[in-house]
């Protein structure tokens, strides 16, 4: 199984980004994609999740920034970024996560592939 992402790099504050992870070596429609984030001298943190068919969810943060999405005959998960903070500087990475019996999947510990990161720097 193999995640890459890419779509990271340097904008302003104020700008936006879209990052995408292509799946491989998995039955990408069967499993639920997240996005997380890590700062540097921090823990990783949930950012968004999307499940099958689309439903989604947002850590409080990005709501309303951020929009996950997923195109299923392209084994592509993405992530659309907009009014960026340089708060919202980290690496960014995807994870898949086959189906746990729960809706919300924002542990890490749910998800069994990473991708390797990309980093997003917003500068103010």
């Known amino acids: 199984v193999q995640l890459v992402e890419s779509g990271g790099g340097l904008v302003q504050a104020g700008g936006s980004l879209r990052l995408s992870c292509a799946a491989s070596?998995?039955?990408?429609?069967?499993?639920?994609m997240g996005w997380f984030r890590q700062a540097p001298g921090k823990e990783r943190e949930f950012v968004a999740q999307?499940?099958?068919?689309?439903?989604?969810f947002y850590e409080d943060s990005v709501e309303g920034r951020f929009t996950v999405s997923r195109d299923n005959a392209k084994n592509t998960v993405y992530l659309q970024m907009n009014s960026l903070k340089p708060e919202d500087t980290a690496v960014y990475y995807c994870?898949?996560?086959?189906?746990?019996?729960?809706?919300?999947?924002?542990?890490?510990?749910?998800?069994?592939?990473w991708g390797q990161g990309t980093q997003v720097t917003v500068s103010s």
């Open positions: 994870a898949a996560a086959p189906g746990r019996g729960t809706y919300y999947y924002t542990r890490s510990s749910l998800y069994d592939y």
């Open positions: 070596g998995l039955t990408f429609s069967s499993y639920v």
């Open positions: 999307i499940r099958w068919k689309g439903g989604t």
